[in-house]
């Protein structure tokens, strides 16, 4: 028999995806069956990100909607989880009476049952400076979004805090999870078929660092080989790092293991030195245009990207200049860049030197358009090579396209039946646009 219906919501990032998914398969062991409709469900799930403003402020129209059917029925219960929740979730609980289950990111593990218990009453509230225990699901997820390709989280929280980060605040203190528990992990989502996974973490070229003893000899190099050597595992990725800890046993790992895509997001996030420290980096430009420097002599031909943001407080146009520059000296593959937005509690938003949205809204269109060019010079590179790729879901525009990537994440485009998703096929490439290159089967 049925615990109830339920109907999960996934904001931000690949965590919260890979979260979402957990939650899923873990809700569905107790014998709950999902809908996609919140309103004929009995507990709806959100797992918010607090990243920018406007998830949260999504998150909170959303949660407005419920009013009508509450004061009728007393349904949904909501479970608010993730970042937003860690942030603000007691205030929230307070102004949305149906929010009866709040959780931090590190308390998953004791979500489903506190939702079962909230259908008979009750308010439960696990969020990170609680006394009670805290835990994370050790299930291995059913990924929803693609039978083929899967995210494991092999560590929690960072330690970097960056100026204008929220993340250490709401995801607590770097932790890393003991390999055994990511193996296992790894094993079964293999087994179940998956051809692809990605290590996720806020900074997985940290991982290890806080186990003791002899444990700590086990880095990010150690696990990447491990996953790698799983029988049947076709492609591994990870993300995202830090340059400040790109260690070479990194590069070694990923030249020896040809399983280990050459795909690297290595987020910069300015181009000045000034702002850099500022922003708590603890790199130069200089160091981290030889850390890329570094990657491309071992891995030449590496799909490198990074991540950078317009408008810091007290960014000057001689600064921004400099994030320019170097966009146009180190030509990413893709730049996903943001203008500043204040994080509520963290450093950066305290200042009074904030930029005007105008002016943030400027420099992001010049980014954006400057790296628009790169892109599509690089993607024009690769007309006529071959390349194999993954076909892994249908175009989303496009009747009778798939979609699939290449080893150093490219999308490719290309005319191909349903049934052929989830294979590797060899692809001429035939054309390229800024964000995907199209491509015929061979
Ligand atoms: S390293 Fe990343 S997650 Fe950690 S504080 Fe800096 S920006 Fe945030």
């Known amino acids: 028999m049925s615990e109830g219906i339920f109907c999960i919501r996934v904001y931000g990032c690949q965590m919260n995806a890979y979260d979402g998914d957990r939650l899923r398969s873990a809700m569905t062991e107790l014998g709950w069956e999902e809908s996609s409709d919140a309103f004929a469900s009995d507990a709806v799930i959100f797992v918010t990100c607090s990243i920018r403003d406007k998830a949260e402020q999504k998150v909170i129209s959303e949660l407005g909607r419920f009013r009508p059917m509450w004061e009728k029925d007393k349904k949904p219960k909501v479970a608010l989880l993730g970042c937003m929740a860690q942030r603000t979730g007691a205030d929230i609980a307070g102004k949305f009476p149906w929010v009866r289950v709040v959780a931090g990111p590190r308390h998953l593990g004791l979500v489903p049952r506190s939702i079962a218990e909230s259908m008979n009453g009750g308010v439960f509230m696990h969020l990170d400076g609680d006394a009670g225990e805290k835990m994370d699901l050790e299930c291995a997820p059913v990924p929803k979004v693609n039978p083929h390709k899967a995210f494991i989280t092999i560590a929690h929280g960072c330690d970097q805090f960056c100026s204008y980060c929220i993340v250490p605040y709401v995801r607590g203190r770097f932790a890393s999870r003991p390999p055994e528990g990511v193996l296992a992990e790894a094993n079964r989502l293999v087994n179940r078929g998956i051809l692809e996974i990605t290590l996720l973490g806020q900074n997985v070229n940290s991982y290890g660092k806080d186990f003791d003893g002899d444990a700590g000899n086990y880095r990010f190099a150690s696990l990447l080989r491990d996953v790698a050597a ?150 024009h590179e690769h007309v006529g090579r071959v390349m194999e790729v993954l076909l892994d879901d249908a175009a989303p525009k496009g009747k009778g396209l798939l979609q699939g990537r290449t080893v150093t994440d490219k999308v490719v485009l290309v005319k191909a039946s349903a049934e052929m998703t989830g294979r590797f096929r060899s692809v001429k490439i035939t054309g390229a646009s800024p964000w995907c290159l199209e491509g015929r089967l061979l």
Do not use: W
């Open 230 to 379: 799983i029988k049947g595992l076709r492609r591994l990725r990870f993300t995202t790092s830090h340059p400040l800890d790109f260690s070479d046993d990194i590069l070694d790992a990923m030249k020896s293991c040809p399983n280990i895509c050459p795909g690297i997001n290595l987020p910069v996030q300015a181009g000045s030195d000034k702002v850099l420290r500022e922003m708590n980096r603890k790199y130069t430009r200089d160091q981290y245009i030889d850390a890329v420097k570094k990657i491309r002599e071992a891995l030449p031909e590496v799909g490198l990207t990074t991540d950078l943001i317009v408008g810091f407080p007290g960014e000057s146009e001689e600064d921004f200049e400099e994030s320019v520059s170097l966009i146009e000296e180190t030509r990413f593959a893709l730049v996903h860049s943001a203008a500043y937005s204040p994080r509520l509690g963290t450093p950066a938003a305290k200042r009074e030197d904030q930029i005007p949205d105008a002016v943030r809204s400027m420099r992001l269109a010049r980014i954006n358009e400057l790296q628009s060019r790169i892109s599509h010079e690089i993607n």
